[in-house]
């Protein structure tokens, strides 16, 4: 289906490809590995018309292609869901899934809100078609990249860290229509950090180290530690080694909250919950049930309808958001700008209300060692960063001045192992110094093996606070579903 020969791309002196050449066969399941920043999605955007190559070849069934936008690659039949959606929020989802595809003088939108509602229940991708996208969470928004390009009828998918955004529940669900589609005789590329996922789903594998390959093997010849390893050129530990917790003062005390989304629902219903100094409080829930809510509230960035949240007097807070490129960062400054975005207006930053560009480029570079953020320099722009190093760029940013309370929401999504391994180190160094810890996730085993315990969030009320020592997989599950425990 796919061959690319010497498929080579550079930004100025960085090389994000070099001589990539590997095919993939039709009706395969091929995934692609590689660290933050090995060239991966600069790769898939050139399959999929985004980037121009400097040099080389791309093949489909055996011909030479020229792919000069994405409207070539549709028409090709590829087609990509980018890890960061492409989507405008102002629109609903059918207009988002038909923009650029239908052309009639007469659209009848009321006819495309049936066909890709039927479409998304023919997948098991439920959603309302008549809703805006600004108004979904994030779990939501990636049914409808995964519909958008369903829609397209395309035989080679491209699925860029599909799964960042699920549960598990989702994952497995659309791991099931992967391989429907697969045995229907479409080929799909899978690029994806979760290395069980991988092996789980994929036929073959692709290995990419700093823009090179360095490896292509089968999945049942694999496993994930064999995989880590040929990614990061190490051995990497995938286990998290935690320490017990040693409580101290009540840092964070929430009680009877109730908070607001942005279209005035309530999303969050009568929580109450401390947080202690050196302790991990995990959040599991299936992504929309109030957590990004309760992480603004907690942070002072949504107000509350009623209840309180007291902070411990002189606690700074640091505030990890789920969406890097929106929140998170500006993606027009460079690296170094975005480091101080929360001090810039202190020392040593600025001294008689001028910045210290000394000072500014010599915290970026000692920044970007410590996090590992790979970039040719602090001056650039972290729009040109792997969504992988935008992430460590806010990490370095938020775990600055030793913060008495961080709320670190999906800290390692869209990670890969070496540097969710690093985050994790680095959250769990900052609670054994002392900090308090919200940490919400939609990876379960990622809060189980982190927290000190669990409070699982179903339709914004707290289901149950759990000890992370005795809670099981399916305790949580059940709760996450709004069911139950067995007892």
């Known amino acids: 289906m796919l061959y690319l020969e010497n498929l080579t791309k550079s930004f100025g002196s960085f090389v994000a490809n070099d001589h990539i050449s590997f095919n993939v066969d039709t009706g395969k399941i091929h995934a692609i590995l590689g660290e933050n920043g090995a060239g991966k999605t600069t790769l898939m955007k050139m399959i999929s018309g985004l980037y121009q190559p400097d040099a080389g070849q791309i093949y489909i069934q055996d011909k030479p292609v020229k792919i000069t936008s994405p409207n070539t690659a549709t028409k090709l039949g590829i087609g990509m869901i980018h890890q960061h959606f492409m989507l405008i929020p102002q629109l609903t989802v059918t207009e988002n899934i038909i923009l650029g595809w239908e052309n009639s003088w007469r659209l009848n939108l009321r006819t495309k809100q049936q066909e890709i509602a039927a479409l998304s229940q023919a997948y098991g991708l439920e959603i309302d ?11 939501i928004q990636q049914r409808v990249e995964i519909l958008k390009v369903l829609y397209r009828q395309a035989k080679l998918l491209i699925l860029d860290e599909p799964t960042a955004v699920l549960t598990p529940l989702e994952v497995d669900s659309l791991i099931i229509i992967l391989r429907q589609l697969a045995a229907a005789g479409n080929t799909i590329i899978f690029i994806s950090h979760k290395l069980e996922e991988v092996i789980n789903l994929c036929d073959t594998v692709t290995i ?30 995938l286990h998290i080694n935690k320490s017990p917790a040693s409580l101290g003062k009540v840092i964070l005390l929430v009680q009877n909250l109730q908070v607001a989304d942005d279209r005035g629902i309530t999303a969050v219903r009568d929580v109450s919950f401390q947080l202690h100094s050196g302790e991990i409080l995990g959040i599991a829930g299936v992504d929309g049930n109030g957590q990004r809510e309760l992480a603004d509230a ?34 027009q400054f460079s690296i170094a700008q975005n480091l101080i975005l929360k001090a810039f207006k202190k020392l040593p930053f600025c001294r008689n209300y001028l910045l210290q560009p000394a000072v500014i480029k010599n915290h970026a570079q000692a920044a970007m060692q410590t996090f590992d953020i790979r970039a040719t320099g602090e001056d650039i722009k972290v729009s040109q960063l792997s969504g992988g190093n935008q992430q460590k760029v806010v990490l ?6 030793e913060p008495n309370l961080i709320v670190a929401m999906q800290p390692t999504r869209g990670l890969d192992v070496g540097a969710t391994a690093a985050v994790h180190s680095q959250l769990l160094a900052e609670r054994d110094r002392g900090a308090a810890i919200l940490y919400i996730s939609t990876e379960l085993d990622e809060i189980m093996a982190m927290s000190d315990r669990i409070a699982v969030i179903y339709r914004g009320e707290f289901a149950a606070i759990l000890d992370a020592q005795t809670a099981t997989v399916e305790e949580i599950g059940l709760l996450m579903a709004g069911r139950k425990t067995i007892k």
């Open 208 to 237: 990419l180290r700093r823009g090179k390959v360095i490896a292509t093997t089968t999945t049942k010849a694999a496993t994930p530690q064999k995989l880590a390893e040929l990614m990061v050129g190490h051995k990497v530990d």
């Open 298 to 331: 907690v942070t002072g960035l949504r107000k509350i309808r009623q209840g309180k949240i007291e902070v411990k007097k002189s606690s700074t807070i640091a505030y990890i958001p789920e969406d890097r490129q929106k929140i998170g960062l500006i993606l």
């Open 396 to 401: 370095a940013r938020e775990l600055a001045g």
């Open 129 to 139: 078609p008549t809703a805006k996208v600004e108004d979904l969470p994030v779990g």
